[in-house]
């Protein structure tokens, strides 16, 4: 079991930057993907984006363009770099690192960060 400490979340104006960071108790490197996830009062948990061991990455059609995940596996340490935020992007982003064995995902859970987007 890894701890997974997120941080840097706030309030923001639209068209802002934030940077969220991800940190991991143990080893980033065994688990098969990291991520982000945002949920949104009233809506289910959605991916924002991941990131392979390797660096490759996939990211939602909303943040597209707009977000960057990046990994540090030296620290341990997963970032989400949010910039033109709209108000839609208001939620409570959780860190994510995913294993997979024989078939059987498992997942391992931040307390997440609030975000906020508003003037």
């Known amino acids: 079991q890894v701890q997974l400490v997120e941080s840097g979340g706030g309030l923001v104006q639209p068209g802002g930057s934030l940077r969220l960071s991800c940190a991991a108790s143990g080893s980033i490197f065994s688990f098969n993907v990291m991520g982000w996830y945002r949920q949104a009062p009233g809506k289910q948990r959605e991916l924002v984006a991941n990131v392979s061991p390797g660096g490759s990455t996939n990211y939602a059609a909303s943040v597209l363009g707009r977000f960057t995940i990046s990994r540090d596996n030296a620290k341990n340490t997963v970032y989400l770099q949010m910039s033109t935020l709209k108000p839609e992007d208001t939620a409570v982003y959780y860190c994510?690192?995913?294993?997979?064995?024989?078939?059987?995902?498992?997942?391992?859970w931040g307390q997440g960060t609030q975000v906020t987007v508003s003037s």
């Open positions: 994510n690192a995913a294993r997979w064995d024989r078939g059987v995902r498992y997942d391992n």
